[in-house]
């Protein structure tokens, strides 16, 4: 596996970055790099900036210091002989296209049905007609299970299932890199494996993910490379069994105890 | 032009005063309307008569009804009382489902309590229940008020020497239009804020006792 | 009591009714626009932008229909637009309803979780694409109910406009009074016959209440 990343070209590229609100510091100095069809889970407890990370990634949060490039090309900003300048609307969502996104509260749209949902981006932003957006969004239904809920509207759907939709709405649109916001954590525990197991297949794919997740088990089996996040830090970084087998810092040390201990 | 503000200045007074008859009569008859429907069964299809058909109309027809309607069945109002009758009673019918939302935001727990401890219902409407009402209503009352206040300028309809009255007789004189109803809608928008402002403020002083202070906070 | 007079009068009072309805539904479509453009106005992040319509609706909110249709009736000539009653009527009944509504606005696109909106920009569509497909069609099924009860209101106020001589349901009454010398009669039957309107609209509204709470109710996670 260490192999498979070193041979592999970077895609998300992060140094120096700094991000504050007010007077907080909630992410100081990260530098980290995925490689291409690499899975990294960001762990960390509550609070660590993990989410914040992954948000910066896509642009969804400003930063104040440092880059995070995105297969070569800054996020947010232009670099122009006079600094950097804050891109315009149009840029931020251009190069937002080669990032799909999850989140938590799985964020559908409830008055959309799933499958317009799902083909809501293809048809306004891709530009594709009703027919062709809406073979891709079925053939993305039918990747996550979900074929005969295609007329469903969001609020008849499980959680687990709402979540695979928002998984499909963000495959649909083909893009490089995927985001997960902790897509587990908004869900009854058995709806757990659903969603895990779409996660696996993709990751089984090639798909390259950054996921952050609570789910301790998913990262030790599926992550090629385990990120710990505390306080804003960049704490320790490694191969997933190195990071659950052989922890160095005391305080990661700390956290997969506490998390062993409420495991019980 | 500056010589017509004694005249604006009593319009206003007018209004001013007009308007606090009503809601004293309006938030009367509102509780009144509420603690029959409330305790009557015999009487409650009339108080809902009355509530939905007075929110149901609009409050120039009611006025009209009042001072030219009324004299024929022997009641002969002057513009004044049929304001003040049409305004409150008008209003009445809105109080009295502010009310219902303010009884019904008590928690039955509270009432039961009382029960259990033997107090009479009299008891419990007027040591329990009432006394928490003028915080539970105020913010919808405060609104209402303000609807009242802007309603009030109907009343120059049937002749009431009220705010809006009294200007369009300045325009009527000096046939200036543009200066007197600028003034007017001031006037109003400064009645409305002012009324809005105050009812912020004695919303904060009404409900202090709900808040916990800094050393409740630390102990519990 | 003159049951025979108020039978006669229907008709008219029915032409009046019809009026007030045209009035106040044009008055009500208009303002959803307005209302609509003075919402994202306000809560637009262009302070200027912000603040004018933050003022507007104030303003239009603290000064009552009376005065305001006055203004629209006698200060329009004064700068040498001439408007016809009807047009002034509906003019100052959709200036009104427009700084109501779009508060109403306001506060059904508070309800909608941000994560919808970010989860589009995430996918790349454009804000007025966001407003258009996930923002209005979501808030104009959230508000109906106030949106009723606002229809509600301005039926009730549209009878202000009798006094610049359009000729709805208020109108015509007191035109059938000059006629009659009849006042209880005419008035109770117009009076009746608003609270008729007015009772259909509820039982609507409160009709819509009831699905869109059960249907809200399950639509967050």
Same mark, same amino acid.
């Given at each position: 596996?260490?192999?498979?990343?070193?041979?592999?070209?970077?895609?998300?590229?992060?140094?120096?970055?700094?991000?504050?609100?007010?007077?907080?510091?909630?992410?100081?100095?990260?530098?980290?790099?995925?490689?291409?069809?690499?899975?990294?889970?960001?762990?960390?407890?509550?609070?660590?900036?993990?989410?914040?990370?992954?948000?910066?990634?896509?642009?969804?949060?400003?930063?104040?210091?440092?880059?995070?490039?995105?297969?070569?090309?800054?996020?947010?900003?232009?670099?122009?002989?006079?600094?950097?300048?804050?891109?315009?609307?149009?840029?931020?969502?251009?190069?937002?296209?080669?990032?799909?996104?999850?989140?938590?509260?799985?964020?559908?749209?409830?008055?959309?049905?799933?499958?317009?949902?799902?083909?809501?981006?293809?048809?306004?932003?891709?530009?594709?007609?009703?027919?062709?957006?809406?073979?891709? +969004?079925?053939?993305?239904?039918?990747?996550?299970?979900?074929?005969?809920?295609?007329?469903?509207?969001?609020?008849?759907?499980?959680?687990?299932?709402?979540?695979?939709?928002?998984?499909?709405?963000?495959?649909?649109?083909?893009?490089?890199?995927?985001?997960?916001?902790?897509?587990?954590?908004?869900?009854?525990?058995?709806?757990? +494996?659903?969603?895990?197991?779409?996660?696996?297949?993709?990751?089984?794919?090639?798909?390259?993910?950054?996921?952050?997740?609570?789910?301790?088990?998913?990262?030790?089996?599926?992550?090629?490379?385990?990120?710990?996040?505390?306080?804003?830090?960049?704490?320790?970084?490694?191969?997933?069994?190195?990071?659950?087998?052989?922890?160095?810092?005391?305080?990661?040390?700390?956290?997969?105890?506490?998390?062993?201990?409420?495991?019980? | 032009?500056?010589?017509?503000?004694?005249?604006?200045?009593?319009?206003?007074?007018?209004?001013?005063?007009?308007?606090?008859?009503?809601?004293?009569?309006?938030?009367?008859?509102?509780?009144?309307?509420?603690?029959?429907?409330?305790?009557?069964?015999?009487?409650?299809?009339?108080?809902?008569?009355?509530?939905?058909?007075?929110?149901?109309?609009?409050?120039?027809?009611?006025?009209?009804?009042?001072?030219?309607?009324?004299?024929?069945?022997?009641?002969?109002?002057?513009?004044?009382?049929?304001?003040?009758?049409?305004?409150?009673?008008?209003?009445?019918?809105?109080?009295?489902?502010?009310?219902?939302?303010?009884?019904?935001?008590?928690?039955?727990?509270?009432?039961?309590?009382?029960?259990?401890?033997?107090?009479?219902?009299?008891?419990?409407?007027?040591?329990?229940?009432?006394?928490?009402?003028?915080?539970?209503?105020?913010?919808?009352?405060?609104?209402?008020?303000?609807?009242?206040?802007?309603?009030?300028?109907?009343?120059?309809?049937?002749?009431?020497?009220?705010?809006?009255?009294?200007?369009?007789?300045?325009?009527?004189?000096?046939?200036?239009?543009?200066?007197?109803?600028?003034?007017?809608?001031?006037?109003?928008?400064?009645?409305?804020?002012?009324?809005?402002?105050?009812?912020?403020?004695?919303?904060?002083?009404?409900?202090?006792?709900?808040?916990?202070?800094?050393?409740?906070?630390?102990?519990? | 009591?003159?049951?025979?007079?108020?039978?006669?009068?229907?008709?008219?009072?029915?032409?009046?009714?019809?009026?007030?309805?045209?009035?106040?539904?044009?008055?009500?479509?208009?303002?959803?626009?307005?209302?609509?453009?003075?919402?994202?106005?306000?809560?637009?992040?262009?302070?200027?932008?912000?603040?004018?319509?933050?003022?507007?609706?104030?303003?239009? *909110?603290?000064?009552?229909?009376?005065?305001?249709?006055?203004?629209?009736?006698?200060?329009?000539?004064?700068?040498?637009?001439?408007?016809?009653?009807?047009?002034?009527?509906?003019?100052?009944?959709?200036?009104?309803?427009?700084?109501?509504?779009?508060?109403?606005?306001?506060?059904?696109?508070?309800?909608?979780?941000?994560?919808?909106?970010?989860?589009? *920009?995430?996918?790349?569509?454009?804000?007025?694409?966001?407003?258009?497909?996930?923002?209005?069609?979501?808030?104009?099924?959230?508000?109906?109910?106030?949106?009723?009860?606002?229809?509600?209101?301005?039926?009730?106020?549209?009878?202000?406009?009798?006094?610049?001589?359009?000729?709805?349901?208020?109108?015509?009454?007191?035109?059938?009074?000059?006629?009659?010398?009849?006042?209880?009669?005419?008035?109770?039957?117009?009076?009746?016959?608003?609270?008729?309107?007015?009772?259909?609209?509820?039982?609507?509204?409160?009709?819509?209440?009831?699905?869109?709470?059960?249907?809200?109710?399950?639509?967050?996670?």
């Amino acid at each position: 596996m260490f192999m498979k990343i070193q041979n592999m070209e970077t895609v998300i590229e992060i140094e120096g970055l700094t991000k504050r609100f007010g007077q907080a510091t909630v992410l100081s100095d990260i530098d980290l790099r995925v490689y291409a069809s690499e899975v990294v889970c960001l762990i960390g407890p509550s609070g660590s900036g993990k989410s914040t990370l992954l948000r910066c990634i896509n642009f969804l949060e400003s930063y104040e210091e440092g880059s995070v490039k995105v297969l070569g090309r800054l996020m947010g900003f232009e670099e122009t002989p006079g600094g950097r300048r804050r891109a315009s609307e149009r840029v931020v969502r251009a190069s937002r296209l080669a990032l799909g996104m999850v989140f938590q509260q799985f964020n559908l749209w409830p008055h959309l049905t799933v499958l317009d949902n799902v083909t809501e981006a293809l048809r306004s932003v891709k530009g594709l007609p009703r027919a062709e957006a809406e073979d891709i +969004g079925r053939a993305m239904l039918a990747k996550v299970g979900l074929s005969e809920k295609v007329r469903s509207h969001p609020a008849s759907l499980s959680g687990g299932q709402q979540q695979r939709v928002a998984i499909a709405r963000a495959l649909a649109m083909a893009p490089k890199i995927m985001l997960f916001d902790e897509p587990t954590s908004a869900l009854d525990p058995e709806l757990v +494996g659903g969603v895990l197991e779409v996660m696996r297949d993709l990751a089984a794919e090639g798909m390259t993910m950054v996921v952050v997740t609570h789910e301790m088990g998913f990262a030790a089996e599926v992550a090629d490379r385990v990120v710990f996040l505390e306080a804003g830090r960049l704490v320790e970084q490694g191969l997933a069994e190195q990071i659950f087998q052989s922890p160095e810092s005391p305080r990661l040390k700390a956290f997969l105890k506490s998390w062993n201990d409420r495991r019980g | 032009m500056a010589g017509y503000a004694p005249v604006v200045l009593h319009g206003l007074w007018v209004t001013i005063a007009i308007c606090a008859a009503s809601t004293l009569l309006g938030l009367a008859a509102g509780l009144a309307v509420e603690l029959t429907r409330q305790h009557v069964r015999s009487l409650r299809v009339l108080c809902r008569v009355y509530v939905e058909g007075l929110r149901g109309a609009p409050i120039l027809i009611l006025l009209f009804l009042l001072y030219y309607a009324a004299p024929g069945l022997g009641l002969v109002l002057d513009p004044e009382t049929a304001g003040v009758i049409g305004l409150g009673l008008y209003n009445g019918a809105y109080f009295a489902e502010i009310f219902r939302a303010g009884f019904e935001s008590i928690p039955k727990g509270q009432v039961e309590a009382a029960s259990s401890l033997g107090l009479s219902p009299l008891r419990i409407l007027t040591r329990v229940k009432l006394p928490q009402m003028p915080a539970l209503i105020l913010p919808p009352a405060v609104n209402q008020v303000i609807i009242l206040i802007k309603d009030s300028a109907v009343l120059s309809i049937i002749t009431v020497p009220e705010l809006t009255k009294e200007t369009s007789k300045i325009i009527n004189e000096t046939f200036a239009i543009a200066e007197p109803l600028l003034v007017l809608a001031l006037l109003y928008w400064a009645l409305v804020e002012g009324v809005s402002q105050l009812g912020l403020k004695s919303e904060r002083r009404l409900t202090r006792y709900l808040k916990r202070t800094e050393e409740g906070t630390r102990c519990s | 009591m003159d049951l025979g007079l108020i039978i006669g009068s229907l008709p008219a009072l029915a032409r009046g009714a019809a009026m007030t309805l045209f009035v106040s539904l044009t008055a009500i479509a208009l303002g959803l626009v307005l209302g609509m453009l003075l919402s994202f106005a306000r809560m637009s992040e262009n302070r200027w932008l912000s603040a004018a319509a933050r003022f507007y609706i104030s303003a239009l *909110r603290g000064i009552p229909i009376l005065v305001l249709l006055l203004m629209v009736f006698y200060l329009l000539p004064a700068v040498g637009l001439e408007a016809p009653p009807l047009v002034a009527a509906i003019a100052a009944l959709t200036l009104n309803t427009a700084a109501f509504q779009a508060e109403i606005y306001r506060g059904g696109f508070a309800v909608i979780p941000p994560g919808q909106i970010e989860a589009a *920009r995430v996918l790349g569509l454009g804000e007025t694409r966001i407003k258009t497909r996930i923002l209005i069609p979501q808030v104009i099924w959230l508000v109906t109910p106030a949106l009723v009860n606002e229809i509600i209101v301005l039926l009730k106020n549209s009878s202000l406009v009798s006094v610049i001589a359009v000729t709805e349901l208020m109108r015509v009454s007191q035109q059938l009074v000059s006629k009659t010398y009849k006042p209880t009669e005419v008035y109770l039957a117009a009076c009746l016959l608003y609270v008729l309107m007015n009772l259909c609209l509820s039982a609507l509204g409160s009709r819509l209440r009831r699905r869109i709470g059960g249907a809200s109710a399950g639509g967050r996670p």
